[in-house]
């Protein structure tokens, strides 16, 4: 059973059909990446899964369980979180540090990773 499933995404804009029918696993402590041309709907599927939006039809499954991430914060509190294409976000701080960006500082290991 792979850990994260995306079932059947549907996502359209006024005027574009980002995704139709996008079916794709993902399993644990894996790599994997998402090649395409410009306005294949890479993003947008990273961000359906993130929970930044909401998809049209389909489902989101993790370890076989159905998951509704309708915002970034129900994603994260299921760890799921997106690292978004912009260069950098604070160029005065480190990459772990923009990477920890949101992340309540209490959050164990935080220390060690701004340390780095």
Not at 4 to 27: H, Q, Y
Not at 30 to 57: C, F, R
Not at 60 to 86: C, F, N, S, W, Y
């Amino acid at each position: 059973m792979a850990f994260l499933s995306v079932e059947n995404i549907s996502k359209t804009f006024p005027g574009v059909r980002a995704l139709d029918n996008v079916s794709v696993d993902f399993d644990k402590a894996s790599v994997h990446a998402l090649m395409g041309e410009n306005g294949a709907g890479k993003s947008t599927l990273g961000k359906i899964i993130a929970g930044v939006y909401t998809p049209d039809k389909g489902t989101i499954k993790m370890e076989g369980r159905e998951i509704k991430p309708t915002d970034p914060r129900i994603a994260q509190e299921l760890g799921i979180a997106l690292v978004h294409q912009e260069l950098a976000f604070c160029p005065n701080m480190t990459v772990a540090e923009n990477l920890l960006l949101g992340i309540p500082n209490e959050r164990r290991f935080y220390g060690l990773v701004k340390a780095l």
